[in-house]
Structures are given as C-alpha cells and as structure tokens.
C-alpha cells in the first residue's frame, strides 16, 4: 500500500456524529421555536418550519415544492400533493390555518410567483435552498431553544406531527398514508412505536 493512500480515503460520514433515530419535537418545543422565529421576525423560516411540521416530507421533497403547489390562485391551499423522490408516488397532506398565514405571508413578504420555488436559494447556482441549507436552518431552530442540534435533524421534523397523530389516536395506517410509506413495517420502524408502547405498558403494570 502507497504510503500516500491514506490521504484519498474518505473521512466516514458519520465520524464524530450521533446516529440512529432523531427524536421528534415536543409540542413545547414546537411552540419555543415558532415564538422565537416570530419575535425575531423570520418571515422565511417561520413559514419553513410550519410547512416542514404538517407536510411530515423529507427533505428532498420539501425543498423543492413551489408556490403553485401549496396555493390556489392567491389563495394559500388546504391541502397539497407532491410527487415523492424516493417512492415515485404522490402523497397529500393538510396546511393548517397557521401554516397557511405564515406561508401567505412570506410568499407576499418574497413577492414570489406562481412557478417559483417556495424557498428560493441565495445561491445562482441552484433555484431551491439545498437538503443541506435546509439542515443547518433545523441546527439552528433546535440550539436557539437549548437542544443539542447533534441529537436532532431533519427527520425530526419530519417524524414529529406523525409521532404526534399516533400518540394521540394509536391509528397506524393513517400515519402510513400521511408518510407516504409504501409498507406498515416501514412506518413501525420510522415511528419506533414497538419499544415505546412497550415501555408505556411496562409503565403503566405494577407488581
């Protein structure tokens, strides 16, 4: 071996970095980081968080949608449907009223049209913000609040309005379908409900 080749070898991906599951967010914490995007009048990145929560897409996805999209004529939409990257396959999902306020609001505050993307890139060299971009923006929301942005990512965002619905109605194929999971095994993993339902019952059992 060339005593030069350790210089061409690739530093490990994870090196350094926690990996497994990322927890979703707490509504608590959900709430400390909306009011902070607020105060500090983050018109962009508000209407990113929000959209990141109800659209529970990954991040490729989610980076790419445009403002026709999520609206309806000037009117923000209820609904939305995107083409998944990774499965091929469309999926829906619901904009609540204040997700719709924050996206209305930027698309005016941007002056963005139709065809744009929702999130445009600073950058000539792309028309979207990058997955990348999108993950240092998630870094920051969590450390502004005090959490360990190592512990947390973009699954989390993802992750925490469906761990939300299944906590509050036990309904595994409603959350497959709002994944756009093509197999329940994939959601049971994704959501990590076998150990904690486990543990909740483990809790709740006294002897």
Same mark, same amino acid.
């Given at each position: 071996?060339?005593?030069f080749?350790?210089?061409?070898?690739?530093?490990?991906?994870?090196?350094?970095?926690l990996?497994?599951?990322?927890?979703?967010?707490?509504?608590?914490? /959900?709430?400390?980081?909306?009011?902070?995007?607020?105060?500090?009048?983050?018109?962009?990145?508000?209407?990113?968080?929000?959209?990141?929560?109800?659209?529970?897409?990954?991040?490729?996805?989610?980076?790419?949608?445009?403002v026709?999209?999520?609206?309806?004529?000037?009117?923000?939409?209820?609904?939305?449907?995107?083409?998944?990257?990774?499965?091929?396959?469309?999926?829906?999902?619901?904009?609540?009223?204040?997700?719709?306020?924050?996206?209305?609001?930027?698309?005016?505050?941007?002056e963005?049209?139709?065809?744009?993307?929702?999130?445009?890139?600073?950058?000539?060299?792309?028309?979207?913000?990058?997955?990348?971009?999108?993950?240092?923006?998630?870094?920051?929301?969590?450390?502004? /609040?005090?959490?360990?942005?190592?512990?947390?990512?973009?699954?989390?965002?993802?992750r925490?309005?469906?761990?939300?619905?299944?906590?509050?109605?036990?309904?595994?194929?409603?959350?497959?379908?709002?994944?756009?999971?093509?197999?329940?095994?994939?959601?049971?993993?994704?959501l990590?409900?076998?150990?904690?339902?486990?543990?909740?019952?483990?809790?709740?059992?006294?002897?």
């Amino acid at each position: 071996m060339s005593k030069f080749s350790h210089v061409n070898r690739k530093r490990p991906w994870n090196k350094g970095k926690l990996t497994g599951q990322k927890p979703p967010l707490k509504l608590k914490e /959900i709430w400390a980081i909306r009011i902070r995007l607020q105060i500090s009048n983050q018109v962009r990145d508000l209407a990113l968080f929000n959209l990141a929560l109800d659209s529970k897409l990954r991040s490729c996805d989610l980076v790419k949608i445009r403002v026709r999209d999520a609206t309806h004529g000037s009117t923000v939409s209820r609904r939305a449907m995107v083409m998944q990257q990774k499965t091929g396959l469309p999926v829906q999902f619901e904009i609540t009223e204040q997700t719709r306020e924050s996206i209305s609001n930027w698309i005016n505050h941007a002056e963005l049209m139709s065809g744009e993307y929702l999130f445009s890139s600073r950058n000539r060299s792309s028309s979207h913000i990058s997955t990348r971009q999108y993950a240092r923006l998630v870094d920051n929301w969590v450390r502004t /609040i005090g959490l360990d942005p190592a512990e947390y990512g973009t699954h989390s965002m993802r992750r925490t309005k469906a761990s939300l619905i299944y906590r509050r109605t036990k309904n595994l194929r409603a959350v497959q379908i709002l994944l756009g999971h093509t197999k329940m095994e994939s959601t049971i993993r994704y959501l990590g409900i076998e150990v904690e339902d486990a543990l909740e019952m483990a809790e709740q059992t006294e002897i």
